[in-house]
Every structure is written in C-alpha cells, then in structure tokens.
C-alpha cells in the first residue's frame, strides 16, 4: 500500500497547469466561498477527538475551535464543512515531484489527466 497519497499520485499520471485569467485580488476565503457557493470564515482548530471507534462505521469527531468572529453563531448539532490549508511542507513536496511548475503568485488549476 502507499505510505501517502502524494506517493500514489506522483506516479504514472500526466497532468498540466492552466494559468487563470481572473483577477487574483481575492483571499482564499473569498475564492473558497466563490467556489462552494458557502459563506467560508477562519476558524482555528485547539482540539480534536473521536468520540467512537466502532469498526464500519463512519468516524465522529469532536473539535473545538476559535474564531474572532461575533457575526457567527455556531451551536453544537450544526453541520460543519471544513476546507484544510495544505501545509507549506506538503505543497513545496509536491511541487518538488513536478516539472515546469509556474510561479508561485499565479493562480493556476492542476488538471490530472489519466
């Protein structure tokens, strides 16, 4: 089995940048929120546990997080989409198993191609 998902992807597929043609003025936040059709804020993660362990089962995870935000009311029981930053490490890595990577303040899409 592969130690990790970048060793299964760096093999055999070809792929290619598309450079963007928008206006790379957003934030993240504005571009996620664009993107998923979802008001996105900042949250930052202080706790999380699974709550059970029961095999074929899908995980329940509690997290605890801060957020600077009065405008939010989150109350337990509500649905939560959480959209990871990739860690600098990962991102560098990857681009490290990669040729004619663009530069690193354009906008681009990775197209995988099989």
Do not use: C
């Amino acid at each position: 089995a592969p130690v990790s998902y970048l060793d299964n992807a760096s093999g055999k597929k070809r792929y290619k940048w598309t450079m963007s043609n928008k206006n790379q003025t957003k934030s993240l936040n504005d571009s996620l929120s664009e993107s998923h059709g979802k008001d996105i804020q900042e949250f930052t993660l202080t706790k999380k546990a699974q709550l059970y362990n029961e095999p074929k089962e899908p995980k329940t995870v509690r997290v605890d997080f801060k957020y600077d935000n009065s405008e939010i009311s989150y109350e337990p029981g509500y649905q939560l989409s959480i959209f990871p930053r990739n860690p600098d490490e990962t991102v560098d890595y990857l681009k490290s198993r990669m040729n004619n990577n663009p530069p690193s303040d354009k906008l681009v899409t990775l197209q995988v191609e099989n």
